[in-house]
């Protein structure tokens, strides 16, 4: 495996407990792909489906579209993965003790692995994956089922997209959640949070209350 950057993570925001990483990657299933193709550093972005059997660090599975340039990526190109979480603004008002200036906390998880390209059975049912992890979230609706589409537009429109599995070789997690600040400081800034109120601030306070327990 050749050298690469690991992310930036002071000791204090460092997360490695792959349950966890797998939890964040679940929850935020658009992802950010990225591969040197042509000597340039290339980015796609896509849904991705967690395989947390693959391997000891578990694995994705996602699709492109054929004409997209990480979609003619052969078996064994490297590939970067990114996921955001939750992330806000912390206004420095809301320590009760500490003088400094703004800061952002967030939740990130970084992997890598070397990709597989899938075969024709592997992509649709991929698909059928997708849309059956994606449609759970719409309950009661009744799922849509690829069955639906007539089987020569499902073989038409599998031909415009190339799958791909990896195995991560590296996972790593940063949950900068104001975990170096003291306990009145840290409670400010969710009071802040949830005083904002918004859906991302919202996230981001229930992440530090976690970290409560």
């Known amino acids: 495996m050749p050298p690469y950057a690991a992310m930036y993570r002071p000791g204090a925001f460092a997360v490695d407990d792959i349950p966890v990483l797998h939890d964040v990657i679940r929850q935020r299933v658009f992802a950010t792909i990225a591969a040197i193709v042509d000597g340039a550093v290339t980015f796609a972005y896509a849904p991705v489906i967690l395989d947390a059997s693959n391997g000891a660090r578990g694995g994705i599975r996602y699709h492109l579209a054929i004409g997209n340039g990480l979609a003619k990526l052969e078996d064994g190109a490297r590939v970067w993965i990114s996921t955001a979480g939750p992330d806000a603004y912390v206004s420095p008002d809301w320590y009760k003790n500490l003088v400094t200036v703004p800061t952002w906390n967030y939740i990130a998880v970084e992997g890598e692995g070397v990709v597989h390209r899938t075969s024709r059975r592997e992509l649709r049912q991929l698909?059928?994956?997708?849309?059956?992890?994606?449609?759970?979230?719409?309950?009661?609706?009744?799922?849509?089922?690829?069955?639906?589409?007539?089987?020569?537009?499902?073989?038409?429109?599998?031909?415009?997209?190339?799958?791909?599995?990896?195995?991560?070789?590296?996972?790593?997690?940063?949950?900068?959640?104001?975990?170096?600040?003291?306990?009145?400081?840290?409670?400010?800034?969710?009071?802040?949070?949830e005083a904002r109120g918004d859906a991302a601030s919202m996230a981001v306070a229930a992440a530090m209350r976690k970290l409560e327990k």
Request: glycine fraction near 8%; charged fraction near 30%.
């Open 127 to 193: 698909v059928v994956d997708l849309s059956a992890q994606e449609e759970a979230k719409l309950l009661p609706k009744q799922p849509w089922l690829i069955d639906k589409v007539p089987p020569e537009r499902a073989e038409a429109l599998l031909n415009g997209i190339v799958g791909f599995s990896l195995s991560f070789e590296r996972l790593e997690g940063k949950f900068k959640l104001s975990q170096d600040k003291k306990s009145e400081d840290f409670a400010g800034v969710i009071a802040g949070l």
